[in-house]
Structure formats: C-alpha cells, structure tokens
C-alpha cells in the first residue's frame, strides 16, 4: 500500500515537472505584441524561400540579373514584411522580434520577391556641345572736371556712326556716381558716345567719343590709341565734361553828349556775346521821355532792322543766335523833342540771355543853346537862322555861265561860237600890236 501510495505521489511530482516546463517553454517563444501574426512568408511568384536561418540577422545577395524589391522573415511567431525601393542587389536583415523579457528572437526563415534587374541602356554619345559666344562689356564712368559723378547722362553706342543719337542706337543712362555699362556685346568694333546737355563741353575724350574694340577670344575691351598703338587702352572709357562759360556785354554811345532840342542824335550798341556758346540775346534800349526813334533809321550790323517798340515806348531787338566771342553793332536815330526839359537824359539800354543780363546807360546833356546841326550861311537857298553849327548842307541858286577871261577883258557871251571865235582873234592881235608899238617908243 505503502509503495502504491509513493508510485501515485511520483506519478503526480512528474506530471507537475512536465507542465511547468512546457509553460516555461510556451513563454519563451511569444511573438513581441507589436508585430501581426502570420504563419509563413510567401512562396512562390518570384519569391525566393530561405529555411532554417536561425540567426538574428540574414544577408542576402540576389542571384547575376535580379534585384531584391520585397523581403520577409519570420522569427518565432511573428512574420514581418517589408519594400525595398528602388530594387536593390543585396539586402541584410536584422530581427526586431523581441520576447517578454525583451530577447530578440532568431530569423527562422526568410524570403525575397526577386525582380528581374533592367537593362541598361548603351550610353548615347553626347552630342558635341557649341561653345558658348564670347561676349564682352564696355563700361566707364562720367564726371566733371572735378570728378563728381553725373547722374542720368545718356551714352550710347553710334551703331550706324552718325554721330548723333538716332533711333536704334544702344543706349544707357548714368547712376548716381555717373557710372554707365553694356553687357553681353559681340566681338567687334563700337563707337561709344554721349549726349552733350545744354551749357556742357566735353574735356575727354578729345573727338568726344571712344572707339572700342572687343576681343573675340577672351572678350577683353581695349580703346583706340593712335595709328601705331590701335586698340590698347582699357578700360573704363570715361567721359569728362565742364560747364561752358556763359557771357553777355554792352557799351552804348552817342553821337554827342551835348545837343539841343528840336535835333538829331544817334546812338550806337554793341551788344557782345563774350562766352563759348551760341546764344540769342534780348536788347532793350530805354529812351527819355520826349525822345522820339527816328522809322527806318536802324540797322543791325549794317542791315536795316526796324525795333519792335512797346507801349512804353522801348525799342527791342531779339539777335538770334550770336556765336560766341562775338559782336552785334545797333546804330539808330532819335528825335529830341522841342519839350524835352534842359538837362541831362540817360538813355539805359539792357541785354539779356536766359539768367545772364547787362545795362549800359549813355548820357547827353541838353542845352538851351545847344549845337543846333544846319546850313548857317545867309546866301543859301536853305539858311537856317536857328542852327549854330554848319552841317555843309548849304544849296545856292544856279549861276549863269560867264564867258572866258582874257587878260583884263570879259568877253561877252553873244553870237555863235565860230563868231566869237573871230572876234577874240582880233582883240588878240590889237593887243599884241599896241604891246610891239610901246616897246618901240
């Protein structure tokens, strides 16, 4: 009874020792709680099947040709999956699988979705590539004689050499430190040029324009120098300028600084142009009252140039386009009125051109018995009682012909010639008889 009792206890001691260590046994092999569970990976349909891994990692190398794009493994119960892009010819994987106590469990078997590697296709020849043109530049700088850069200058190129800005031409304005460029020129020859602006010259380049050449090779830019040196100044091609000098003057005269009323005075104006520009110059001559502008007495330079006269009596001339260093000469007449009060008259005249502006004034003094101009002699036809001062005016009455003179005698002037001829012979001879017979005696 005793050993029945004991097998029975055995019996029951073995059987507790078999179920604990198939539970030891299942804990060991759950799949991480992660990870879906799959029975196997796939087979078949490109797919390669690899057993018997048992390892927790497995590199694979697809066969000459093929290219791995899908992968799968299996480590205890959990299968995962995976894409491999773009295909690739070998791949190694690493088992993520962990148990409860944080084991990472072995690769059991493992498979790879082979996809057949593409061709490559022959590398086609590159076509031969033209090589890019050479371009070059031309740029510079514009400044005046003290080196300000001048802002908003135009420079241009003179495409057909007209020497002026014409439509078509390149052209490029100044920035604010006078700073000007053309890009991506083609090699050849330009002529670079500027707009000159009003009350400007030019101090360089001396002809007021460069000539510049662009190299085809390396796409440098070089100045023309002279006949020997050619194209061989860089740049920049600068352009200076100055300010022209700006001038106006007048003197003013007349023909006497002491008159009377009731005569004639004249009075010359040279208006002069004393700068280096062409300009059109205003004169206006401001007589005194009771000095009256003599019609078509002016001229200007010799041509007779009637003044326009305002209603204040002034008479004005516009001179049009007087060169520079130059002189206009206005010569005209006025009447001194026979009202016009004793004293000194000033006569102002004013030149003026734009902000420029001149006066000159010019005196004459009247008086009561003032040179008075006309013919003083009594016996002319013309005598003027009240003129002090002979103008050689004077006309006579015609004289009747008198008849010749010989010695002592006039003869008269009767008959015809031929008669008067004879009788002069005759008076001749008694005289020279009378003249022998006294030397006689």
């Not at 008198?402 to 001749?428: H, K, S």
Request: glycine share 8%; net charge negative; with cysteine.
């Amino acid at each position: 009874m005793h050993s029945e009792l004991r097998t029975k206890i055995f019996s029951i001691f073995t059987s507790l020792t078999l179920l604990f260590q198939s539970l030891i046994g299942v804990f060991s092999y759950l799949p991480a709680p992660a990870y879906a569970a799959q029975e196997v990976c796939p087979k078949g349909n490109g797919w390669t099947s690899h057993i018997d891994v048992n390892d927790t990692s497995y590199a694979y190398d697809a066969p000459d040709g093929w290219l791995i794009s899908e992968w799968c493994y299996k480590a205890a119960r959990v299968v995962n999956q995976g894409v491999v892009d773009p295909p690739q010819s070998s791949v190694t994987l690493e088992s993520t699988v962990e148990n409860q106590n944080g084991q990472v469990q072995d690769i059991s078997h493992a498979s790879f979705l082979l996809v057949p590697e593409p061709e490559e296709p022959e590398p086609e020849e590159p076509e031969p590539e033209e090589p890019e043109p050479v371009t070059g530049s031309i740029w510079g700088y514009k400044y005046d004689e003290e080196e300000n850069g001048l802002e908003d200058w135009t420079i241009f190129i003179d495409l057909n050499e007209s020497g002026d800005f014409d439509e078509g031409d390149l052209s490029t304005s100044t920035n604010g430190d006078g700073y000007y460029t053309f890009e991506d020129l083609e090699p050849g020859g330009y002529t670079v040029s500027e707009v000159i602006q009003d009350g400007w010259t030019w101090v360089s380049p001396n002809d007021g324009f460069w000539y510049v050449w662009i190299d085809g090779e390396t796409g440098e830019s070089f100045g023309w120098s002279d006949e020997d040196e050619g194209y061989t100044i860089p740049g920049p091609f600068d352009f200076v300028n100055r300010l022209l000098v700006l001038g106006i003057g007048v003197v003013k005269d007349s023909s006497t600084d002491v008159t009377a009323i009731n005569t004639l005075i004249t009075y010359t104006i040279i208006v002069s142009n004393t700068g280096e520009t062409t300009l059109d110059i205003l004169v206006t001559d401001d007589p005194p009252e009771g000095f009256t502008y003599v019609l078509g007495s002016a001229t200007v330079d010799g041509v007779s140039v009637e003044p326009i006269i305002d209603v204040d009596g002034n008479l004005i001339w516009l001179l049009a386009d007087v060169g520079p260093d130059s002189d206009v000469t206005i010569i005209y007449d006025m009447l001194i009125e026979d009202f016009v009060e004793i004293g000194t008259k000033e006569n102002t005249v004013t030149v003026s051109s734009g902000e420029l502006k001149e006066v000159d004034p010019a005196e004459v003094l009247i008086e009561e018995d003032g040179e008075v101009l006309g013919c003083t002699d009594p016996e002319a036809e013309n005598y003027d009682p009240e003129a002090n001062q002979d103008d050689e005016s004077c006309e006579y009455p015609q004289e009747e012909e008198q008849g010749e003179v010989l010695g002592a005698e006039v003869l008269p002037d009767t008959g015809t010639p031929i008669v008067n001829l004879l009788f002069a012979a005759l008076v001749f001879e008694v005289g020279l008889y009378f003249r022998r017979r006294s030397k006689k005696l």
